[in-house]
């Protein structure tokens, strides 16, 4: 997909769970390249993924830890918080996509690949948000 230093949203990571085979092909293939993933994304993957597949607490957990073995997990600091209120202010970001748009910024990341944003936005000169179902 890319050589850029990139991160996954939540809602890529979902597909790994779903029936479509096309997005979870996708979806497979960006977390093959050990993509950034932003702490709030782990948080949310976890939440969804038990509830949807009603698996126990460590079995989730260990599931994530095999999953994001490869992955550089993106930690929530003081600054992370500080970086989200700007976003929100200058962007309008939902609460919890202000935090992992920081998280990818924090990162270096070049690209965030979601669906839940606006495609092509460039978020402070940095960083493409880019949802990769957008052309199947």
Not at 15 to 25: C, I
């Amino acid at each position: 997909m890319t050589n850029k230093r990139f991160a996954l949203d939540t809602n890529i990571l979902i597909y790994l769970e779903g029936n479509d085979a096309v997005k979870r092909s996708i979806s497979e293939d960006l977390l093959s390249f050990a993509p950034v993933i932003p702490s709030q994304v782990v948080t949310e993957f976890l939440n969804v993924t038990r509830r949807l597949r009603n698996i126990s607490k460590l079995q989730a957990m260990n599931e994530a830890a095999a999953l994001f073995a490869d992955c550089r997990i993106a930690p929530i600091q003081n600054s992370t918080i500080d970086l989200a209120i700007k976003l929100i202010q200058k962007y309008d970001f939902q609460l919890f996509d202000s935090l992992v748009v920081a998280l990818a910024l924090e990162s270096d990341c070049k690209i965030l690949y979601t669906e839940d944003m606006q495609h092509g936005l460039l978020v402070n000169k940095k960083l493409q948000i880019i949802n990769p179902f957008v052309t199947i």
